[in-house]
Each structure stands twice: as C-alpha cells, then as structure tokens.
C-alpha cells in the first residue's frame, strides 16, 4: 500500500456512553477539516452521537455502513457509524446498559483492525469500575487489546505522548511502596526494547534516543539515597546500549523535564506512574495521547477519564481526542510506507 | 517601619566561587533597574565578582562596604561587597579554598540576617562535597540556616516556588523506598501549619488553599493501590481543616499540576522530592525559587546548583537569582508592613 493511496479509515470505539466519549467524536469530525484528521468511523452509537452532537449544539450527520471500506468516500459529509449498536444518551448517567455498549463497541472495533479492515484503533475513556460489573476481567482497555491481537500483557506498552514529551512509565497501577521490588533489569529492558523499535517503526525515528529516569532523588547520588540505579537501572541501560540503542541515564528525574533537557532525547523512560504522568499532564493536559507500544496494530487513547461530572455540559476538550486521530492516522501511514 | 522606608538591604552569600553563583550575581546588579530588583549586596568577593563579571562581558562596579547599612546609597551605582572575604576565580575548578570561602560567606550573611542588619538572606549555590570535605556537617544550607537562626530543622520548611507554581515536599533527600515509611501524621501536619502561617505573613494571602497530593497513583484509588492517603493523609487533613486551614485532598498528583488545577491552589503539598521537583523545573525551570519557610529570618535562594560545568561561560541564567532576590524583597516588605 503506498502513502498517497486512499487510507484505510480508523476505527473509533465510543468509550462509556454517559461519559465525555461520544461528543468529543462528533466534535473531532465536525473540526475534521481544520485539524486535517484522516477518515475515521465510529462502532456504533449513530443516536447516541447525534443526541451528544445536539446536547453540545454541534451540526453532526452520520451515516450508518456495513463495511469499514465505506468510511473513506463518505466522511467527508458524514460521520460514518458502523453496525447498529446503540443506546440511549443519558450524560453523567453510568449504568450497565451503558457498560455493554462500550465494551462492544470495544469489542467490534478491535476486532476490526486486528482483521485489517482498519488501519488503527482509538478507543474512547471507559469507567473500569463500570466493566467490572459486567464481568470485563482486564485492567484496563491496554491489556484487553493486548489479549486480542496476540500479545502478552508484559510486550505492550503504554506510552504517553504529547507535544512537549513522550514518556513511557515501567510501572503503573501499583501502589509506590510496590514500586521498588517491581522494578527488575528485564523489565526495564525488555520493555525498552519495544519502545525503541516502535519508535522507529511507527513514528519514523530512525534512531530514538531514550533518556532514562533514576527511580531515587537525584539519581541516588551514587548510591546514598536508593540503590536502584546501580544494582538495576544502569545495567539495563548498559545492556541496552550493548545492543545498539542509543539509552542514557539513569538521569535525575526533577531535571529531564525541563525544556532544555527535553530536546535532548525522544522518550523519557520513567520508573512510575507518576514519574511520567506529572510532567505529561502539567505540560500536555488536554494533548496528551495514550499509545499501545509493540502490538501487531496500531492503537491510541486520549489520555482522559469518562469525566462523568462534565459529560453533556459542552465543556470537555476535545484536543486529546483529535491528538489520538491525528497521530493514530501518522502512525498508520508510516507503518504503511514501510 | 514603614512599607515604603528605606529598605535595609538583602544579604547574599557568593556560593561556590567555582560555581555559576558569582557571575550570577553580577548579572544580577548589571540588570537592577529593569528587574525592579530590591538593593543587596554581596558577603565577600569583591575581586571574583569582578573577574567573574568581565569573564561574562559585564560592566561591573564593587565597592566596599563595612556595615550593611551602607548597602542602599551605594546600590545604584556599585555593588556593595560587605569585609574583606576574597578569592581567586577559577570557574569549574571546585577546590578547598573554595569551600572555605562558600562557608565564610554564607556564615557571614546568615549572622547579618540574624541581627537585623539584613533584611533577608539570599544563598547562592553551593558544592555539599566540597563543603563536607571540610567538616561543614549540615546536609544543606537549608538545615544550615535554621540551626543559625534557633529554629529546629523540622519545622523549617523547603518550598519551591516559581511563576507557575509553589509547591513543598513532605519528606526530601531520602531513597524512594524510604518513602512511605517516613511520613506521619506528625509530618504532614506540622509541616503543612509551617507553610499554612508562612503564606500568610510573607506572601500576603490571607486564606492560603494547600492542595495535598496522595502518595499513590490515582490517590491510592480509595485503598486499591496503597493505604497511605487513608491511613496518613486523609487524617492529617481533617486535621488541618478542624483548624481552620484550606487544605483539600489526597489529590492525585498527575492531575494536581495541569494548568486548570494549578488556579485552585495557592500550594501543593507534595509527598516526596521528585513529585514537587519535577512539576516545578518542566514549569519554571529558569526561574524556581527555594525559600525556607518558618524561620525569624528570610531565606531565599535560587533552585539551581552549582552547574560547575558551564561556569565562566556565560550561559549560565541569572532568571533564578534574580526571582529568588526580588521575592526575598518582596517577604521583606511584607513582614515590615504587619
């Protein structure tokens, strides 16, 4: 496939139905010429989005389509709305009707480009408490993608990109007291591994340079605050290294956010949730792009909640949203030029 | 004394004479009238200053003087250099005679702030492994200056502070792993009162609004991912408010430093060093401020080190000392005020 054909279009999960999910969509195709977004399609919810699109004052048309192929030559007029899943739009409003209809939104639209028949996947903000209920037994939307491409949960990973920062955390969800026993030497450098290819791959670097985080204030100092870097995080950076990849550090944390600092390398690689999230979301707070590193497929997230209280009220930005299409569509093209 | 009598001049102490802290306090005269900067003056360094102004291509007038009082005639046309202390400038080449001459300084300006005859005192940077070579047994001139001024050194404060933020660590200078362990009820809400008191009489905000972080990702998540916020946090709060203090939280920290958050606090009360330090130097990295809260005296200095390698090169930027000389003029003037 050349980069100059028609694209495939992406696919759009609706993310929880009473959350901010389904009239940011509107609002990213009606701003679709503007923001220069590549085609996309919703899975299902062509009422729903019209009621979000009406409650936000907002012209939307959408068009039902059988076939995903049918999105391109339509999506200049309309948005196109796969299949005839539905619901109603009850804005703040969690239930479990509602929680079907995201994870078989979800569901449809992996499906879809994991087959082919999209060039991407971006999945709208669910409630987790919500899928619970229903039986949804994933962490969250990252590990169920994983599981249905094909891959183990420990190979992807979840980068968070914005226009000041790209940042990849090697924990997550645990507490902090949790954070230094998880920390091990193939952790840090199986997953930077698969940072650094997909970099390559996906967002045209040919040599990513990554810049990784000490786990300790200051680094540790060489050892007299934490031992971390010496005994865990230098060694995976000397393996790294010994592999071809261009990964510096352990740098202190507080100053490889800064500006300067910034342009000095392509990822940040950081210890723990918060040590990548603070700075992405003080920089980037409503630009900042969730991206699933190593899959066979191409996925992104805005990088925001259902936010329940401001659903329905017109307030909710839609810039991660366009960010997530936007960089979702680049990343298909490269991946297609290759 | 009045808000608009003559002000009694800032003390500040050279740091490193092989640091950045000389040609930044050159640059800080040079540039006096267009900053709006309060009159101080230097404690020793009379001849490095100048060596250091010429290696930076600055016009730089010293002149002697024997008691700070002088210091407010003079400013407008030299730099004021308090005794006698001097040294050779060798920008980069930390050495002992160095550190002596870091420790004299800051000794002296510290006494000249305890006696009144300065009205604050401001701390250029200095080497903590030069000055431990010579027995200096503080872990850094923060502690240093409480002990100077009889204040124990829990109850004196580290704040950062720059144009976008103002935030203070709960604990600082230990391993991540030591982190949890460390904070108290105890902690959190002595510390928290320091600051509570310390923005009323030298920030002039009446009703100052703490913003307290949670220790966990997502704040803990109501004890799915730590116990701190529950057991620790959340108490220290309460405890707070029942004495008539704005403290809110266990907020996450991710979404505590976005730019719609930041409008909702006057300062953020943040666990551990990298949760204030990195927010605060991806914001305000030029231009952060350390000032030490709870003291008799007024304690600021610039939230940089000594960056030994681009000293004498002129790169060096003079945002942080100068913002550290006008907010100690600044408290200065408060207090004076009451």
């Not at 729903?48 to 004052?57: E, H, I, P, T, V």
């Not at 449809?108 to 999945?123: H, K, N, R």
């Not at 997550?172 to 698969?194: D, G, K, N, Y």
């Not at 390398?265 to 920089?283: F, N, S, T």
Request: aromatic share 6%; net charge negative.
């Amino acid at each position: 496939m050349f980069a100059d054909a028609p694209a495939r279009p992406l696919a759009v999960s609706l993310g929880d139905p009473a959350g901010i999910g389904p009239e940011l969509i509107a609002e990213a195709w009606v701003r679709r010429n503007q923001e220069r977004l590549p085609p996309f399609f919703a899975v299902g919810g062509a009422e729903l989005l019209a009621a979000a699109a009406k409650a936000r004052g907002l012209e939307l048309t959408t068009r039902r389509i059988a076939e995903p192929a049918e999105a391109a030559g339509i999506f200049a007029t309309a948005l196109p709305v796969f299949g005839f899943l539905d619901g109603d739009y009850r804005p703040g409003m969690a239930d479990e009707a509602g929680a079907r209809l995201a994870l078989a939104s979800l569901e449809t639209a992996t499906a879809l480009a994991v087959q082919g028949e999209a060039a991407g996947l971006v999945t709208g903000p669910i409630a987790k408490a919500e899928l619970a209920k229903i039986g949804f037994a994933h962490p969250g939307q990252t590990e169920f993608v994983a599981a249905a491409s094909g891959v183990a949960a420990q190979d992807a990973v979840m980068m968070l990109a914005g226009p000041s920062l790209r940042t990849v955390p090697m924990t997550v969800h645990c507490a902090l007291s949790e954070v230094p026993q998880r920390l091990t030497f193939e952790l840090i450098f199986r997953r930077s591994m698969v940072v650094a290819r997909a970099l390559q791959t996906d967002f045209g670097i040919a040599h990513p340079r990554l810049a990784i985080c000490g786990l300790n204030p200051h680094a540790g100092e060489a050892g007299r605050m934490g031992r971390e870097e010496i005994e865990i995080i230098a060694p995976a950076i000397a393996a790294l290294r010994a592999d071809g990849i261009d990964a510096t550090g352990p740098h202190p944390a507080d100053s490889l956010f800064s500006p300067r600092a910034r342009e000095t390398y392509d990822v940040a690689i950081a210890m723990y949730h918060d040590q990548a999230l603070v700075p992405l979301k003080a920089l980037d707070f409503d630009a900042g792009v969730n991206v699933t590193l190593g899959l066979p497929i191409i996925r992104t997230s805005p990088d925001h909640g259902t936010a329940f209280a401001i659903a329905g009220k017109g307030v909710a930005d839609a810039g991660a949203t366009i960010a997530a299409l936007r960089m979702a569509g680049e990343m298909a093209s490269r991946r297609a030029a290759r």
